[in-house]
């Protein structure tokens, strides 16, 4: 039977299980997803009116996860349940990450970046992405985020709006994924009191072979699933300029020799490897030949 209320399920859910785990779980009504960003770190999962949520003993393939709480709700609670569980946070030396419902700025010093936790990947709650935008700020720290610089697979352009406030310029995010349009141009309204007018990235839904790819880019950033970086690697070297930078980011701490492996493969010699939890993003540069 279909659901007629808003239904939120509370998981215990293993790192290396929440890549499979969301996967599962779009196929079967999920509407929205996200780990807290800090202890105990349970996931929430969101199911809409009118669908129909999946069997909760299909959990069982996934070794670890487990159903800690389920509960409806009508319209008038999907704000407040929604926020549950997601605060602010610090990442890396410089930012600071707060929900839009959260009024207060980050401490003196940190930039203070505003989210809207949602369908779209990315932000600044899951290990992979604050890896990145502490990459990011190494980066910043060599000038090396001058440009052009493409983001594939940006979900919300957390890490374009991240590197444009870092000082880089000539940014493109996209992402397959149509709710991204969307929420890449609500998370620049969000920042518009860091932003003060400006554009800090173009944007595109489409792929990596689309029309508005150009190149060569100085940079790249793909925090996105390993298995999808090794496939669009072949084309990832033909657009990064020799000598360009490339984070890569999405990928399990145990898949590390195999990512190093891939990158190699396709002329990306890896520069560092940084671990939060049980998961790993590489910075690597292309071979300048």
């Keep these: 039977m279909a659901n007629l209320a808003h239904l939120r399920w ?3 859910v293993p790192e ?10 779009e196929g079967r009504g999920l509407s929205a997803f996200y780990r807290e960003a800090e202890p105990p770190k349970a996931c929430y999962v969101y199911f809409s009116p009118g669908t129909l949520p999946p069997d909760p003993a299909g959990l069982g393939a996934f ?5 800690l709480e389920a509960e409806t709700f009508g319209d008038e609670d999907w704000l407040a349940k929604s926020r549950e569980g997601f605060g602010a946070f610090e990442v890396g030396t410089r930012f600071h990450v707060r929900p839009l419902w959260d009024e207060t700025p980050g401490p003196r010093g940190r930039i203070d970046l505003v989210v ?37 697979g940006a979900g919300t352009g957390i890490l374009s709006l991240a590197a444009f406030l870092l000082g880089g310029r000539g940014l493109t995010a996209f992402d397959i994924d149509p709710d991204c349009g ?6 620049i309204d969000l920042n518009a009191h860091l932003l003060k007018g400006a554009q800090p990235y173009e944007s595109f839904v489409g792929t990596l ?16 699933l390993l298995e999808t970086i090794q496939e669009l690697l072949p084309r990832m070297a033909e657009v990064c300029a020799p000598g360009g930078w490339l984070v890569a980011s999405g990928i399990l701490a145990e898949r590390t020799d195999e990512a190093l492996v891939s990158l190699v493969s396709h002329g990306f010699k890896p520069r560092q490897v ?9 910075l690597a540069e292309r071979d300048p030949s």
């Design 63 to 67: 070794p670890g996860v487990g159903l």
């Design 274 to 282: 940084v671990q939060e939890g049980e998961w790993i993003a590489i």
């Design 10 to 12: 509370k998981l215990e």
């Design 209 to 224: 072979d689309h029309p508005r790819v150009g190149g060569p880019y100085a940079g790249l950033l793909a925090n996105i």
């Design 116 to 152: 809207n936790p949602g369908l779209a990947f990315g932000t600044g709650g899951h290990e992979t992405t604050r890896l990145c935008m502490e990459l990011l700020e190494r980066l910043s720290l060599e000038d090396r985020l001058r440009g052009p610089v493409l983001d594939i």
């Design 182 to 187: 969307p929420a890449m141009e609500e998370l």
């Design 16 to 25: 290396p299980q929440e890549e499979p785990l969301c996967a599962w779980l």
